[in-house]
């Protein structure tokens, strides 16, 4: 094993005692918060699985704990986590072997982008420009212990609030998800499957793309792929694209998603908007997905399951007895672990009020109108609906079911947002209930 990684563990050990010994002196507020600050600063430094689960955790506990609690644990995002190329090398000769590493031609010691999981450089392969995707050392050896540390600082939040929530399996989805992440011939895979389903949906009008897996050169740590040409979202929106082809792109980006989750059952998760680029060719705009690492799969009993709570949702604008389509939409949650029974009477109307303002954008198209996403009303009435639900809560946890999948819908959401479009949705409540779509 290598020094970094008995650096790392003695370093959690030692962080282990501190934390053991600041419980036995007190469990009030302020310890707390100084154990939870004892916790993410070690792991910011140590950074690997402890960054990407910080991250998720940080976005998704936003609005159940105290805003000074939630920002201990934002200093886990954002931080810087270059590798020197020295290591960069390292791992790649031991990947491929010296052969296949000689084979590399030209390889760009400064890497294009650096994340918790990996880092990406730029190299020629048999002529042509490839991406590298590189795995940071040691980072599949931390995700236990580093999750398990992240569910201690969770636990510590819930106490602070009185809460009652069982947290465990929100963190074994984290985990779960975090360990496929580091499994690069598993996003391979993922990526095989999805240049095949794209080219079902890629025409001449919508245009979808993804890099090419060289299979030979790539391994559990170290994926080599086509270099593909394309602008990042703030980048191409300095250019000042029509308002015609932000809707275009609009447009690709939800059609994607309804294919992915409701046809496919097979969703990249990652809401990141560095995972996609935008291609312009003849003045047509299309999409280049990049990174299958949060990959999930959704079976068809999980799907029809969540098509038959929205639904229920939106009947509830023409049930003739409202209190009982109320309480049928609550049974269905509660069946659907997005809701503890033992939840009071304000928690569950304020979850009805902010699933009846998820699907408000279709009853707007519904009237024949287009919904902006720009509208600062609408994004402030839903953040405030939010705080409320959530801090009327004391046995729910985050949905560990829908943990991903919202954090999917929650990127779409932000970009929609960013590119201030007007749509028409309609079209896309037809396609969430289109049997011949639903299909296996």
């Not at 282990?16 to 302020?30: A, F, I, Q």
Request: with cysteine; net charge neutral; proline share 3%.
């Amino acid at each position: 094993m290598s020094d970094s990684f008995f650096k790392r563990t003695f370093e959690l050990t030692k962080l282990s005692v501190k934390v053991g010994l600041k419980e036995l002196k007190s469990g009030d507020l302020k310890s707390r918060i100084e154990q939870a600050k004892m916790i993410t600063e070690t792991l910011s430094q140590l950074k690997g699985a402890a960054m990407k689960a910080g991250q998720m955790l940080s976005i998704e506990l936003d609005d159940y704990f105290p805003p000074e609690a939630v920002q201990i644990i934002s200093q886990l995002q954002n931080r810087g986590t270059e590798v020197p190329f020295k290591t960069i090398e390292k791992t790649l000769k031991k990947e491929l072997g010296e052969d296949k590493f000689n084979k590399l031609e030209n390889i760009i010691e400064s890497p294009i982008a650096s994340a918790s999981i990996a880092q990406i450089h730029t190299a020629e392969y048999k002529g042509e420009k490839v991406v590298l995707k590189v795995q940071h050392p040691g980072v599949a050896k931390t995700i236990n212990s580093d999750v398990a540390l992240l569910k201690k600082v969770a636990q510590s939040f819930c106490a602070m609030t009185n809460r009652q929530m069982n947290l465990n399996p929100l963190f074994a989805e984290m985990k779960s998800v975090l360990n496929q992440e580091v499994d690069f011939e598993q996003e391979v895979e993922y990526l095989k499957k999805y240049r095949k389903l794209i080219s079902t949906i890629s025409n001449d009008k919508d245009k979808y793309y993804s890099p090419e897996p060289y299979t030979t050169m790539s391994t559990k740590k170290v994926i080599t792929m086509s270099w593909e040409e394309g602008l990042s979202i703030n980048d191409w929106l300095q250019t000042n694209p029509s308002q015609k082809k932000k809707e275009k792109l609009a447009h690709l980006v939800l059609n994607l998603y309804c294919h992915e989750f409701y046809h496919w059952g097979l969703v990249q998760t990652d809401p990141n908007f560095a995972n996609f680029l935008v291609r312009e060719e003849a003045g047509n705009v299309g999409i280049v997905l990049l990174d299958f690492g949060a990959t999930r799969e959704y079976d068809k009993d999980f799907r029809t399951q969540y098509l038959n709570l929205i639904n229920n949702v939106y009947a509830l604008k023409k049930a003739k007895d409202l209190e009982a389509q109320k309480a049928e939409v609550i049974k269905i949650a509660v069946d659907f672990n997005l809701l503890d029974r033992r939840e009071d009477q304000e928690a569950k109307d304020l979850f009805i009020e902010l699933l009846n303002m998820a699907v408000e954008p279709f009853f707007t198209s519904e009237k024949n109108n287009k919904f902006s996403f720009g509208n600062q009303e609408y994004n402030r009435r839903t953040k405030e609906c939010v705080r409320k639900f959530v801090s009327s809560l004391k046995y729910s946890a985050p949905p560990h079911r829908l943990l991903f999948l919202h954090r999917k819908l929650g990127g779409i959401s932000s970009l929609l947002r960013r590119l201030d479009v007007d749509l028409d949705l309609s079209q896309y409540w037809v396609v969430m209930f289109d049997k011949e779509l639903n299909r296996d």
